[in-house]
């Protein structure tokens, strides 16, 4: 059973930072490329960035590239995402999931999910 904590929601204003995190608890850990997506009120949920499995190669989505930063600890089984810059279009409920796919297409891989985190950055 795969159970995945997000943390590190809130709110802040348009162009501040926060830092999310996400403990996995799964022992392999180490082998999935690991990703958060995000599901703003009234839309579904969208891609946001990925880290592969060694931490070198990442991907973002367009929307946030440039202002967000996805890395991950293996030792502590804990993927995060900077996000600076923030706008209002960013509010939206954070998840992290493991990932699959390539080439800017990407998919989570387990089924099930955290509760995610909230983002609320006001207009």
């Known amino acids: 059973q795969v159970q995945l904590v997000e943390s590190g929601g809130g709110l802040v204003q348009a162009g501040g930072s926060l830092r999310l995190s996400c403990a996995a608890s799964v022992s392999t850990f180490s082998s999935y490329a690991m990703g958060w997506f995000r599901q703003a009120p009234g839309k579904e949920r969208e891609f946001v960035a990925v880290?592969?499995?060694?931490?070198?190669?990442?991907y973002y989505a367009e929307s946030v590239k440039g202002r967000f930063t996805i890395s991950r600890d293996n030792a502590k089984n804990t993927v995060y995402l900077q996000m600076n810059s923030l706008k209002p279009e960013d509010t939206a409920v954070y998840y992290c999931?493991?990932?699959?796919?390539?080439?800017?297409?990407?998919?989570?891989?387990?089924?099930?999910w955290g509760q995610g985190t909230q983002v609320i950055v006001p207009s």
């Open positions: 880290v592969g499995a060694s931490g070198t190669m990442v």
């Open positions: 999931n493991a990932v699959r796919g390539d080439s800017g297409k990407y998919e989570p891989r387990f089924g099930s």
